[in-house]
């Protein structure tokens, strides 16, 4: 069974300020996939990285997938209080067929302006 | 291009009543996969379609099933609801078989009292 563990699962941050969130595993992933999701809406998809050591620029959201493909970051510049939400990695496995995602728990993100 | 969209987005039963949910895809994508989220666990795999055939199913039980007809509209029915099984269900369409990334649907929100 594949895992993907967040973190940190809750985070409260002040405008501007930097963070980062971490997605990781012991397995590997063919592709890792970052979403949003705000409340009552579903995940919005912001990202997929595929080859290890990837880096993917999305405004002020960085995206890295680990040389090994095991893990993932996501990586946010002076936050603004519209970055808040829940964020979800989701790895696609090597061994999984279809389009079968593996989710993180998911990490709350609250921007307080 | 319309997104995913799901029906109902609300509704509630009863223990012992059985459901069915209803997702239409992206135009043009063939692959629908449903999610099961809760607060406890996150979003947990159910099942995925493509070309009308179960390709993927999770650990659930066999009260959970689903279809996809030849448009890729998609239905998943739970029978003989549990207190449980209150949950966001939430649809996604993909591309094609095995492309990982993923399009999501607003959910439709399952309470069982």
């Known amino acids: 069974t594949q895992l993907l563990e967040q973190s940190p699962q809750f985070l409260s941050i002040q405008e501007g300020e930097n963070l980062t969130v971490y997605c990781n595993s012991s397995?590997?992933?063919?592709?890792l996939q970052w979403y949003r999701q705000e409340p009552g809406e579903g995940p919005v998809l912001l990202v997929t990285?595929?080859?290890?050591?990837e880096v993917k620029k999305l405004k002020r959201l960085t995206f890295q997938f680990g040389d090994a493909r095991k893990d993932s970051s996501l990586h946010i510049t002076a936050a603004q209080p519209g970055d808040t939400g829940l964020y979800l990695c989701?790895?696609?496995?090597?061994?999984?067929?279809?389009?079968?995602?593996?989710f993180g728990e998911g990490t709350q993100l609250t921007v307080n302006p | 291009k319309a997104g995913v969209t799901q029906t109902p987005r609300y509704l509630i039963k009863t223990r012992g009543q059985q459901v069915t949910l209803s997702c239409s895809p992206i135009?043009?994508?063939?692959?629908v996969s449903w999610y099961q989220q809760t607060p406890g666990q996150g979003l947990q795999f159910l099942f995925e379609?493509?070309?009308?055939?179960?390709?993927n199913k999770g650990n659930f039980p066999g009260r959970f099933s689903g279809r996809q007809f030849s448009n890729s509209r998609s239905e998943m029915n739970v029978s003989t609801l549990e207190l449980g099984d209150s949950a966001l269900y939430l649809c996604?369409?993909?591309?094609?078989?095995?492309?990982?990334?993923?399009?999501f649907g607003e959910g439709s929100r399952l309470t069982v009292l």
């Open positions: 996604a369409s993909g591309r094609g078989y095995g492309t990982g990334e993923l399009f």
């Open positions: 397995s590997v992933f063919s592709s």
């Open positions: 990285v595929v080859t290890g050591g």
């Open positions: 989701a790895g696609a496995g090597e061994e999984t067929s279809g389009s079968r995602l593996t």
């Open positions: 135009s043009g994508h063939r692959s």
């Open positions: 379609y493509f070309s009308e055939t179960q390709r």
